[in-house]
Each structure stands twice: as structure tokens, then as C-alpha cells.
């Protein structure tokens, strides 16, 4: 949807119970606001509620920097909810972690390049040098972290500074060849996006693309989730998949799979960035 | 969504305007009503306003008999909102209009056979004879109408009879092969589904197949939509497509064809039975 | 391919070698056979030769009672050949073996009227009678073989005796809810379709819709493969796929799956019976 | 398929005629070759004989130099063979036209970094200097024509010649937003490829979105088409599709259309630089 200039996001979680779409519905109207857009779910199997709440900022009369507390004032704790503001002129900060394979930072590149998204592309992290020129061409930093058993907790530690220092919001693993450790995944629960070359749950970790061809299958997917502990298993945000054949080695399926990545990783970037997903369990909501 | 027993359905559409949003929930919630699903969508270039709000039954306070005329009144005249009520537990009336081509009504009837769909299948209006033994192996009167230029107007007017007589709530047209004319689809303007065998507005009017072959294209695609005075220019509400290459002939691209038709006119049935569906202009707004 | 009334087709499976394709077309039009169709191809990463052979018996002068006797004998031994020989007008004879979901049966019932495929659909096996009616409402012998554990193997032989009396060249797993037996599977080897109403390798075995909705997927698949002895580890034939969200319950996935298992068995079934389909390892060469 | 380092790539067309196979398949194995891949298409319905045929150069007898005479000498005049012989380690090369939007431009010098393809990128040509940075940091020529009415034929006639300087092979329009004249398009013939931004036929010429925005369709498209001197009117290599909602404003359908636009269009030139395309008056047959 097209907007107007200005307006607040509104993303709430709560257990489900009588009157809340009423009562934030209801809340921002007497404060003035107009209502542009406004999903809301309710997960029966589970109880819980989820809005996702846009208001045209222009008669509203909630000065900016008292907004979260007049949030907090007005919500009864009884209701139990969870809730996150942003607004449309914020400008994430965005850094990307890559390796070897150049595809999606291309595709990152290329969506940068065409505006089409409101990001700051602040900072790429690579563990190699190799895709440092690309990078510079477009005047992006690019910070080389190499990796090996001995160094690996002292660079992670390295790294979160670099992040810390560049005020970075959200990670976007474009075929990053590492596992990051614990530590790092909980500092940024639910701000680092991967792309994993599989449908996932098929073929977690490694070679996907071998064992796919190795199981005969017909189509190939590719999955982007936030990244959580455990490898391969976090919320999954968006899939994509396309169909192979008995024509098609593995070097096909490795081809063919870029493409569904790189468009796969660039819808999960466009939602989280919209402020769109909400994180329920090892589920995500994803807001149309 | 699996819902609750009992539930209202409220679909709305309006000039946009501050506060439609908060004004329908909140009345909703004084009333008793827990919102158990709400979508809302503001078309921005023609300022439409457009909602689907659903809410339990349990508690709410306004008996069946008087919602109607409590929505009349409660509903600010200077709002010019245009409203449809339904109930989850109303039964729409079905009539299948079907030439010789068996595979949509074959489908529709497996669904019927298994529960998919809230609807009664009251009646299957044909010009042929040729699938009277299927429909009524199920259980399913079997009407014929056979049309001619000299007699389609007296028939359509016998037709119109026949449905009013088995109040009949909406007609899908199941690859009929007659065009309806002005008089008829006006009496039943958006509750005549059609499925046309092209990816509209590519290849309207008959032999689409046969166009889209010697055109050369890579996709055929199938196309339901409520039926207008336009042949196949009606408002679109579902689409969907299917690959095809140079292997294949006509006879191919009438048969893959087949598969998408059935589909996607069974998609267009079910939103319409979900009150899923809003009209404007040509356009439909399907919520999800 | 649309194609003339009589023709032979061909499958052969060999380890790859110089001049195989040329012996083979060379074989043929000596014998007047003109070549119709052709699909040929080397898996490199196994050394494997698959070839589709396809060709108008119209001046072929081999008698159809000798062509058997004659590809044994021109074809040399140190080609190490396996093939397979079929004809246009053979009509496969065709079990359905069927539970309580009737959706992939009514979609095999709409393709045996509709004549969409050269095929005797001879008898249904079911463990249940609740599709019996619809099963002789189109004059289709319906036969039931109710299995629990203690008769488990003395029904299977009655099964196998009843495939035998009614000459049953393959048969069709529509949803039927009873694991074969090794036994079984491997008297028909390559000879069992199934379905599974998932996006395999992921989530085998029962429930998968409810196993897909946990790990909350973004897609969901249902996949065609021959039946071994492993359960839902065989050849894939074909597989496809269907978006859903998180407005989609365990029930959503299960009516949007039903529509995806039914094309594609429907496709696997297609392509089986074209001979389209040979098996190497455990995966499936599909010639187009 | 991966195929061993050096191989001969022969297109065919003829009138089909009993024996053309046998033939070729004969011919190109007495010379030694072992056919690594072979596709033969019949169409039915115009007596059109297709094929693509393969084979290995390490034991082929015939010298490169010598080859094309061979063949010359060895087709039999009355098979009427139209043909066109490549080989695996020729090298075509490419010049890119652009305008404005760069998104097929970096998906393709995403594609060249990556080495997916065998081709040389030797020239962009542009009626704008907007693209130059981009095209300049990574290395490649970049040329500026501006196209008004008063000059249009003279440019192009420098166009023509900066392209025999460069020795191209073919012409990429990636979203090239400037008419060819039928002078450029017939020296070029099936060596421009296009992408248009809709699924052809629909909405040919300029502003598809609008259009397709305007008349409410739930899907959208891209399609690749070798440049005719009708507008968008040359045969389609391949077309593409994503799903929109009323949700989608004109914006959100060019910002989708983006993906599939350069995905298509990738799909095109990666069958063109594979040799796998014939084109049959309109229409092409692209082999898998």
C-alpha cells in the first residue's frame, strides 16, 4: 500500500480476549489519528492476537517522543500485551554478512541502488576479501572478519562491536558460510535474517543441494528465517521453490537455486523492514 | 480461519474517511460482539474504503431480527457506507450451470461430497443432456434447457423461474457454453461466477486454447470473475496459470488447461461463500 | 505430443557408451519405423543412458508378434540394455486402492469420463465402504478388504489374488490409509503410485499437514513417487506445491492440500501411463 | 547437464520426413561423435521436424575447420535442412541496452561475476548516462546515444556500427525503453532479446502496470521475446508470473514485476547462449 508521508506502526501481540481490536481501534482515533491500514488475527489454536495497526500521523495530537509512554499508560496491563511502535521515516540501519557466494549481495546491491527500500545499508561483514570490490564500488564498507577455530569467540565479540559502532538494527545473512554463535543469535533475536538454499524442513545444514539431487526430488526451494540457536530451525519468514528435473546435476540445481534465494531473501528484507512480521513461538504472522 | 459456531459477518464499503475503522469496531464491541477477524483496506487512488469484520455471536446483545435495523440506525447516514450482513451458520443456495464439459462439475461435486463448502447445490441447469446421469448420481436435480436463437430469450425467463423457485442465492457457471444476456446477469449482478479458459484479459471470447497456441505462449492461465453485459470483462477474483512449451499441441493445452479451470473457479466459489469478496468498479477487492 | 493411431514406444536404460543413440535410430528406420519423438539423455554423475523412443508402426515391417524377439536379437548383449516395449493402442488396466478421502478418486473418476486417458479403470479396493457409492454410480467394481493387524497378511494375499483375476497392470494409492507390505510393493515394483500429501523428503509418515503447520511453513506440497518397501522413501514422480500463511489452521492446509495431491497423482498417473517414466537408483527419469 | 569440455551443438529444421533422425544421428556417428544429448520435436500440426543434437569432439574425425562443409556435403539437398552448428567453448558476445531502471543490468552483472554464463559482456548501450557507474565499476564499456526524433536514424546507424566494432553476437534490451526501427530489428533477426513487462499477449506497448492494475488482475507477468518489427509482438522464449491483491497499488506491481522481469529475461539469454532455441514463424520451440 502506498502511504502518506508520515504514520506510526503499531505491531501488538496479546492473548486473545474480548474488545482489543475495539480498544486500540478506539485508542487512536481519540488521539486523532486515522486509521490507513489495520490486520489483525487470532490464532485459535493458541489464543493469541495479533495486529498490526498503520495511522496517519498528521492530526494526531500524541507529540512523537511521548508516544510510548501514553502507549504505556493506556493499555491496561491486564491485557497483557506486547507492542512495538516504529514510523514510516525511520531509516533502519542494515548490515550484511556474506562469504564467498555473490548473488544475493548483488540483488541487495541492486534494490539499494533502485530505492527500493527506506534502509541504510551501512556495513558489510565478510570472512573473505573476495567480494570487497563489488562492495566498494557501491561505497559500502566492507569489514573482513576471518574466521577460524582458535579466534572465533574473540571475532564474534569483535564483530558485535563493529554493529554496536555502526548502530546497525538488523543482520541479513546473504549466504553467509558460518555458524554464529549463541551469544551472538540471542543479542539480536529476531533481527538476523538467513537464507537457507533448502525447502526447509528438508536438507537443513550443508550440501542441501546434493541431498536434494540425491533424493530425486522435482522441485527445489529456498527458505529465509531468523536466525535462533539452533541451525536451520528458526521462524521462517518466506519460501520460494522451482521445479527441476532428471535433466538437471546438482551444479543446475546450485544455478537455479540463486534465484529463488536471492528473491526469497529480498521479500523476508521487504517485510521485516515494513515492520510486517511478528514472531509468535517458532512461528512467524506475516502481514499481507 | 476455523471459527466459532455462530459468527456475523459485516462487509463495508465507503467513501474513506477518518475514524470508519474505529467507529464499526467500537459499535461492534458495545454491543457484545468479540471481533474475531478484521481486514481493512484503503485504496488510496480512488479513496475507497473497504472492510470485513467478524465477531461471535455469544455474547453479543442484538437479537438476529434487529441487527439489520440496528445497523440502519447506529451507521451515521453522512458515512455513506454500503453493507452487506451475513452468518456463519447461513446455508447459500448453489445452481451449477454446465454445458458437455464434465470437469468442473465433477470437482465441484467431489467438494460437495466432501463437506468443503457451506452451500447447498440445489440445482444443475444445462443445455445438454450429457451429464444428467452424473448429476444425478448424486442425488441432484437435473434441469435442461436447451437454447436456440429463436427461443433464448422465452428460456433464460423459464431459467430465471426455475431459480427463483429453488431460491437460488448465486449461479456458477461450469464451463457453460452460453453466453447470458444483459437482463439475466443484471438480475443476478456479482452472484454469477464464471470460469473462462484464458489468463484475462489475454484471449477472451471462445477458443482461447487455440489463440494462446498459435500465439506462441509459455503459460496458459484460467480466469474466474463475476459475469457483466461484457463477454468476460467482468471483475476478475481469482487467476492462476500452468506452464506449457512447444511439446504441446492444442489437444495439450486444452487438457493442462482443465486442471487450473477447476481450481481456480473452486477458489472463486469459496471466497464468494466466505464473504470474502467486495465489488468496486470492475475490480474485487478477495480479503484473505 | 498429439500422435498418430499406432505407434511403438520404446524405454531403455543402459550404461552410457559410444554410439547407443545412433544404434538405436539406425535400428528403427531399417525397419521402416519413422522416428516420432526422441528424448534422449546421459547422466553424467552415474554414467547412465536413458533414451524415449517413439515411432509410426504405419510402414514398420516387423510383425507386433516378432518385435520383441527381434529387439532381443539385434540389440548386442554387450550393451548391456534394459528395455521396455509398449504400444499406443495397449490400454493399461488400472487398480485404485482408496480409504475414506474421496477427493483423489473423484478427480480419477472426472479424468476416466472426461477420456482424458487411455486406461480401464477395473476395480477399486477400499478398507471402508463409505465410497462405494460413488465408485458404482459409475459402474466401477468396488471391493472391500477391511485390515486390521491379525489379517493383515491373509487379506493382501486376497488383494493380490483379486489384482490377478481382473489382469491389473498398476496400481493407484488415492489417500488409502494401510502401509503394503514388502511383499506387496515389491510384486508391483514401479507398479504402486502413492501420494503423499507432503513436500518429501520432508515430513513422512502420517499427520504431515499437522507436522507442516508446527514448524510453520510458508508452503505446502504433496508429493507422487512409486511405492518401495520404505514408507514414502520411493521414487519421486512428481510433486508440487500451494502457499498458505499464518491464516491458515491444520484444516486450511488439509483442504488447500487436498487440491495439490489430487493434480499431482493425476500427473504422475498421466506420465506413467505415456511410459514416460524410468526408474534408475531410487530416482525417476520423467521425459517430457 | 554438465558435459565434458568440448562438444558440437547442432540446431536443425526441416520439413519431417521419415528417416531425418536416423540420419543425423547416423552421420554425426560414423564421423566418430558420441552423442552426449539429443531432443527431436515434431509438430503435428505444421510438419515441422526439430532438433538439437550433441556430441562429443574428442574422438569426432572431422576437423573444426572442415566441419560445416562436411555437413554441407553430407545433408542431402531434398531434406531441405535448415541448420546452425556451435560449439561449446565458442564465446558469444553480448551488448546490454538500458535506459533507466537497472535492475535487469545488475541482475545480469550479477550473473557475469558469478560466471553462470559462457559469454563475453562487451558493450552497454544507453539513451541515458545513468547507468554509466554502475556499468564502469565493474569493467565494462559503456556507451552513450541519446534518441530523439531528428536523429533517431542516424543513431542508430552508430549503433549498428559501435556493434560490428565490438563484434556482437546479440543484443540484450534490458528494459531498453526506446523503439528499434525495422532496419536494426531485421539485421538482428532472433538476436534481440526483450523483456516486456506483462504477460503477452496482454498488454502490449507502454505502461502494462497501469493497464493490468486497471483491469484487476490477480497475477502479473514478465515476458522475454526476440525483437520483431511489430512491438512486442516477436516470438516468446519465456514468460513468468507473481501473484498480486487489491492490496498492490500500480507501484507495488512495478516493484514485484522487477523480480520476474529479470528472471525472465535471464531464462531467455541463458537458452539462447545454450543454443537451445529454434524459432518456428512465430513461435519458438526451446528445448530443455
Not at 78 to 100: G, I, K, P
Not at 110 to 129: F, M, Q, T, Y
Not at 144 to 150: H, L
Not at 163 to 168: K, M, Q, V
Request: hydrophobic fraction near 40%; proline fraction near 3%; include cysteine.
Amino acid at each position: 500500500m502506498s502511504q502518506t508521508p508520515e504514520y506510526a506502526i503499531l505491531l501488538v501481540c496479546a492473548p486473545d480476549k474480548k474488545g482489543l481490536t475495539a480498544f486500540l481501534t478506539d485508542m487512536v482515533y481519540r488521539a486523532g489519528g486515522n486509521i490507513l491500514d489495520l490486520q489483525q488475527h487470532v490464532d485459535n489454536s493458541e489464543g493469541g492476537f495479533f495486529l498490526r495497526l498503520v495511522w496517519d500521523l498528521n492530526d494526531f495530537q500524541i507529540p512523537r517522543a511521548d508516544t510510548e509512554s501514553w502507549l504505556n499508560k493506556t493499555i491496561p496491563a491486564d491485557m497483557h500485551m506486547r507492542w512495538r511502535l516504529n514510523y514510516s521515516d525511520d531509516r533502519a540501519r542494515m548490515a550484511v554478512f556474506a562469504t564467498r557466494e555473490s548473488h544475493c549481495l548483488y540483488d541487495i546491491l541492486s534494490r539499494i541502488h533502485a530505492g527500493e527500500w527506506d534502509v541504510d545499508l551501512s556495513l558489510i561483514i565478510s570472512n573473505h576479501a573476495c567480494l570487497q570490490s563489488i562492495a566498494e564500488s557501491q561505497g559500502i564498507l566492507y569489514k573482513i572478519f576471518t574466521i577460524d577455530k582458535a579466534n572465533k569467540a574473540t571475532q564474534e565479540q569483535a564483530m558485535i562491536r563493529c554493529l554496536d559502532e555502526h548502530r546497525i538494527d538488523f543482520v541479513v545473512l546473504a549466504r553467509y558460510m558460518q555458524v554464529l554463535s549463541q551469544s551472538f543469535t540471542e543479542k539480536y533475536r529476531d533481527r538476523i535474517i538467513n537464507i537457507h538454499h533448502s525447502f526447509l524442513p528438508a536438507f537443513p545444514g550443508s550440501k542441501p543441494y546434493h541431498s536434494a539431487h540425491l533424493r530425486g526430488v522435482k522441485i527445489i526451494g529456498a527458505s529465509s528465517h531468523y536466525v535462533t540457536a539452533e541451525l536451520d530451525a528458526g521462524p521462517i519468514i518466506a519460501q520460494d521453490v522451482i521445479s527441476v528435473s532428471h535433466l538437471d546435476t546438482v551444479d543446475d540445481f546450485i544455478r537455479k537455486g540463486r534465484d529463488i534465494e536471492k528473491i526469497v531473501l529480498a521479500r523476508a528484507i521487504s517485510a521485516h523492514l515494513q515492520h510486517k512480521i511478528l514472531v509468535s513461538g517458532n512461528r512467524t504472522v506475516v502481514f499481507y
